[in-house]
């Protein structure tokens, strides 16, 4: 089984930033692959970014410019590096193990004045 913890949100002022964390562990063999996802309530989760073992990187085109993902080398440690937000960025956020069935508690952000 694997076990994603993320961690780092909170409420920001629009134009803010905030870094969120995650650390996955369990049944991974190897560096995998991994991804950013978010869900507001009444709303299906979405992709937000994701990056490979090798650091190829990918972004919704609503985040683009804004959010950079990154991750520890040799590690299944990911990072959210969230600049500019929006109220409409406000979601509870989670990583994955793309490869992965699995989901963490998720950490959330809110974006308001």
């Known amino acids: 089984q694997v076990q994603l913890v993320e961690s780092g949100g909170g409420l920001v002022q629009p134009g803010g930033s905030l870094r969120l964390s995650c650390a996955a562990s369990?049944?991974?063999?190897?560096?995998?692959?991994m991804g950013w996802y978010r869900q507001v309530p009444g709303k299906e989760r979405e992709l937000v970014a994701t990056?490979?073992?090798?650091?190829?990187?990918y972004y919704a085109d609503s985040v683009k410019g804004r959010f950079t993902i990154s991750r520890v080398s040799a590690r299944n440690w990911v990072y959210l590096q969230m600049k500019n937000l929006k109220p409409e960025d406000t979601a509870v956020y989670y990583c994955?193990?793309?490869?992965?069935?699995?989901w963490g508690q998720g950490t959330q952000v809110t974006v308001s004045s």
């Open positions: 994955k193990v793309l490869s992965n069935s699995h």
């Open positions: 369990g049944s991974i063999f190897g560096i995998e692959a």
């Open positions: 990056i490979t073992s090798g650091g190829t990187t």
